[in-house]
């Protein structure tokens, strides 16, 4: 498989490359608290279907829960934050490269290029490009944390209680 790709992705869209692995790393953490949230409905739902009426554990534990998501949700504002401040400053970036190329380019090649097509990759592909690809792998990245730590914790949960 050609990954080819991924190393022009990262040369043309992304310079600070710390930056981008510190989302990863951000998607992470947004994993773990969804996972805490997640962890904590099970037993809440169990001690609500045994006990007759709400126990003070039962309220101690939905709290938590609402608590989790509350604290996610909040860490989430702060990622969405992050996020597009990133995006913001590698678009701008584009258009600083793409601007430059055409002022300080070839005259004879750039001549050639229409000025209505120069307008359509400052104002349409390069945000289209941040739009539909950087935002989007940063928002699968958060999805693929959240969805591979619940799928651990669920094996892990219903193996061991099966070997029980």
Known sequence: MDLGWQRKFFKYFIN?????????????????????????????????LSSNGMKQESVILGTLIITAFIVKNIFMIFYNYLQAEFTKNCELDLVKKFNNYFINGDYSAITK??????????????????????????????????????????????????NQ
């Open 113 to 162: 290029i229409p000025f209505a097509k120069k307008g359509h990759i400052l104002s349409f592909l390069i945000p289209n490009a941040i739009n539909n690809y950087l935002i989007r792998i940063l928002n699968l990245n958060v999805n693929i944390f959240i969805f591979a730590l619940i799928i651990t914790f669920l094996f892990i949960k219903f193996f061991t209680k099966c």
């Open 16 to 48: 600070d490359k710390k930056s981008f692995f510190k989302y990863f790393a951000l998607s992470f953490v947004v994993g773990i608290l969804e996972l805490f949230g997640v962890a904590l409905t099970y037993p809440f739902i169990n001690r609500l």
